[in-house]
């Protein structure tokens, strides 16, 4: 088993130390590669660097793209609430990733629990 560091906006942060994110999407790129079912994952708030989270690695799921994952994945544990579920796009992963590292890469789900 391994750890992995990952920074983390505020918002996100905050839904999975409340429970309600349960789902990290990223770029399937090297990094994320190296992970696995079981790992640790150390969340650094990207606004606050001595504030940090640890969850463990539930679950993997790759995908082409975001379209795929949304189409496939339960999008209130990905952080969208009943509020703005309907209003939910790949298109919003858009400014984190673009669409040329999103070809390049692939995405994936990553599921997990708090620790």
Do not use: W
């Amino acid at each position: 088993m391994k750890e992995h560091i990952m920074n983390l906006n505020p918002s996100p942060m905050e839904k999975i130390r409340d429970g309600k994110k349960t789902m990290e999407l990223r770029l399937y790129d090297e990094k994320r590669k190296l992970i696995s079912i079981g790992d640790t994952i150390k969340f650094i708030n990207t606004e606050n660097t001595n504030d940090t989270l640890y969850v463990t690695v539930i679950d993997l799921y790759i995908f082409k793209s975001f379209t795929e994952l949304y189409n496939n994945l339960p999008l209130l544990k990905c952080g969208y609430t009943e509020e703005n579920i309907n209003t939910a796009s790949p298109s919003d992963m858009e400014m984190y990733y673009s669409k040329e590292k999103q070809n390049q890469y692939g995405v994936i789900g990553i599921e997990i629990s708090l620790i």
